[in-house]
């Protein structure tokens, strides 16, 4: 079973987004990493994580890391929703331009939090992200619970 929805567009577009953080992620992480005096020879690094990594790293290279983990958070909801309501026949109309909106405000809180970092603007994007992202949800709750409004 072959399922066509609209909602799959703007998932794909986030996958992708997230995939462009990933590589921006490691186009600045290593070459900070390589500067870096406290790392030293990063071949020899045994046991570090990401967090012991920090300290050691600029802020804007943090950053990146900080929103390409963001990105594994709240949009794991994201894509499930909109599986559930392209596979019940609802990823389209208002459904598709909600799931654009979200995913449009999810890249834009990115590219606030991989560059200026404002906190008060990011934490705006964040809610507005899932605000929409609620109305998903209540959507596929109205359809899975063949509730009547």
Do not use: C
Request: without cysteine; aromatic residues 10%.
């Amino acid at each position: 079973m072959i399922v066509e929805a609209m909602i799959f567009k703007p998932v794909v577009a986030l996958l992708i987004w997230t995939m462009i953080m990933w590589v921006w992620m490691y186009a600045t992480r290593i070459p900070a990493m390589s500067k870096s005096d406290e790392i030293g020879d990063a071949s020899t690094l045994v046991g570090s994580t990401g967090a012991s990594l920090r300290e050691k790293l600029p802020d804007s290279v943090n950053w990146k890391a900080d929103n390409y983990n963001h990105l594994h958070e709240a949009p794991t909801l994201f894509y499930a929703v909109a599986i559930i309501l392209a596979l019940l026949g609802h990823g389209d109309g208002m459904n598709a331009l909600l799931a654009w909106i979200y995913a449009g405000l999810r890249i834009i809180h990115s590219l606030v939090q991989v560059t200026a970092n404002r906190v008060l603007v990011r934490f705006v994007l964040f809610a507005l992200s899932s605000v929409v992202l609620m109305v998903l949800i209540f959507h596929a709750a109205i359809v899975v619970f063949d509730i009547h409004i």
